[in-house]
């Protein structure tokens, strides 16, 4: 059988204090089992060894990297020529014989290194490349608990990688090699001319191996179950939806997005915006947004693609955290209204859009009033200004929605949230799909201010 002698070796890479890390490692084995016998690796521990003063990642990624380096030279001077080595907490899928015969029955003949388990990085802007229905060239692959390796010549240049004195400042071993498996990508996917060293890397279109709910030895995280990280064929996480809040400036979908905060929906790490109750306003999101197209211009200076790919490296990122924890993401930002084109050409089917009406007038009006309030800084602008900049949205927003009938939308009333809450809340729950807690409920129907259907 062609698994069988996909490689020679197997190790597994084990602290000596952590005896019951061992004993959980072996009674989740699977059976069957197509690799050779597992043979335990004693982990450098960290803790107990003298680290070099330019390292700054950590006694535990300290012996995490020296671990792995050790395996390698093991390999390399008692002329192993393939290995595959597993960290002990791995945890595998109940089909993982069955998964790993069908990816090593398709790995192409070149291969130097094969994840097993991992995590795509960059895969918003550098998605995995399929290259069989099993099998994917990636960009960058972070992790270090489930791989293979093979071949001499490969072996070496992974050597020189690992022990060269480039490595980028608080690093651990999986970023500094996530730097190596781009080259390839780069030259092979991308067509840039790369001098640097490379080898080929697969990764499978599902992961096999995940983390178990073990505290980490390099972290510290701990977590509840096994963790299984976005695959290659899903890298950009396109079967989650994204929740696009759209209406202009001072039509309440600040209110909107703190009230999707407040039920668990994950709107961004930094949440800023103008209103002092709470803008919602994701700030990386607002900083790209006014970096393509400054206030109050209503178009963008840079090219729809470029634009694009932006939009979608942002949500991408969003959606991976907000799989992480376990909820949806969403994102507001009154410019949105004018790309909502360009975050349908990036999503796709994946796309929702929250549409928050109110009196176009009034917004128009409040946002003048604003500008007048802060004359001189950047976010106002003259009256004509305001005005051209709001019906713009507004007309971009509803052109968007009227010629994409697909798209799935849910349209609030300003004026009703303010004097409903409870209702348009809890189909805003319904369309959002999640299962909010009471008082995640009663905070987001706590934060609606009904005096803001005069100010909005």
Same mark, same amino acid.
């Given at each position: 059988m062609k698994t069988q002698s996909i490689v020679d070796r197997c190790f597994l890479i084990n602290l000596d204090?952590?005896?019951d890390r061992l004993?959980?490692?072996?009674?989740?084995?699977?059976? &069957?089992?197509?690799? &050779?016998e597992p043979e335990r690796f004693p982990a450098i521990d960290g803790r107990h060894v003298a680290t070099p003063p330019q390292w700054r990642a950590g006694n535990g990624a300290w012996g995490c990297y020296r671990s792995h380096l050790l395996i390698l030279e093991k390999c390399l001077t008692e002329h192993i020529d393939s290995y595959v080595v597993f960290e002990d907490d791995a945890g595998f899928t109940d089909d993982f014989a069955e998964r790993f015969t069908a990816f090593v029955d398709e790995l192409p003949a070149d291969w130097g290194l094969a994840y097993l388990g991992g995590q795509h990085l960059y895969a918003g802007k550098h998605p995995p490349q399929k290259v069989s229905e099993h099998v994917y060239r990636p960009y960058n692959v972070n992790r270090t608990h489930a791989f293979m390796v093979r071949g001499r010549e490969n072996m070496k240049g992974l050597y020189r990688h690992l022990t060269w004195n480039d490595w980028h400042h608080k690093h651990h071993i999986d970023h500094h090699l996530g730097r190596f498996i781009q080259r390839r990508y780069e030259a092979l996917v991308q067509g840039k001319n790369i001098q640097k060293e490379s080898i080929a890397v697969y990764t499978p279109d599902r992961w096999m191996v995940g983390q178990l709910p073990t505290k980490s030895n390099i972290c510290g995280r701990k977590w509840?179950?096994?963790?299984?990280?976005?695959?290659?064929?899903?890298?950009? $996480?396109?079967?989650?939806p994204f929740f696009?809040?759209?209406?202009? $400036?001072?039509?309440?979908?600040?209110?909107?997005?703190?009230?999707?905060? $407040?039920?668990?929906?994950?709107?961004?790490?930094?949440?800023?915006g103008y209103e002092a109750t709470g803008g919602g306003e994701a700030v990386g999101l607002a900083q790209l947004c006014e970096k393509a197209m400054r206030f109050p211009a209503t178009d963008p200076v840079i090219s729809d693609q470029q634009l694009t790919q932006q939009l979608k490296s942002w949500v991408v990122t969003r959606k991976s955290e907000a799989n992480r924890d376990k909820t949806v993401a969403g994102g507001k930002?009154?410019?949105?209204?004018?790309?909502?084109?360009?975050l349908h050409t990036a999503l796709g089917d994946s796309l929702r859009i929250i549409v928050v009406n109110r009196d176009i007038e009034a917004s128009i009006r409040s946002l003048q009033d604003r500008s007048r309030k802060h004359a001189g800084q950047w976010f106002a602008a003259d009256?004509?200004?305001?005005?051209?900049?709001?019906r713009s949205l507004l007309e971009h927003r509803d052109r968007f929605v009227e010629?994409?009938?697909e798209v799935p939308v849910f349209k609030i009333e300003f004026a009703d949230l303010t004097a409903e809450p409870d209702r348009i809340i809890g189909e805003l729950i319904e369309f959002l799909g999640i299962e909010p807690t009471e008082d995640e409920i009663a905070s987001a129907i706590a934060h609606v201010n009904p005096d803001l259907r005069k100010h909005g």
């Open positions: 204090r952590r005896t004993r959980e490692w072996l009674e989740q084995l699977p059976d &069957p089992w197509p690799l &050779p509840n179950q096994t963790r299984f990280f976005n695959d290659a064929r899903n890298a950009d $996480h396109s079967d989650a696009a809040v759209l209406g202009p $400036h001072r039509a309440g979908t600040s209110c909107v997005a703190m009230v999707m905060h $407040h039920l668990g929906v994950h709107m961004g790490n930094q949440l800023g930002y009154p410019h949105l209204c004018r790309f909502a084109e360009h009256d004509e200004s305001c005005e051209r900049l709001q010629s994409h009938p």
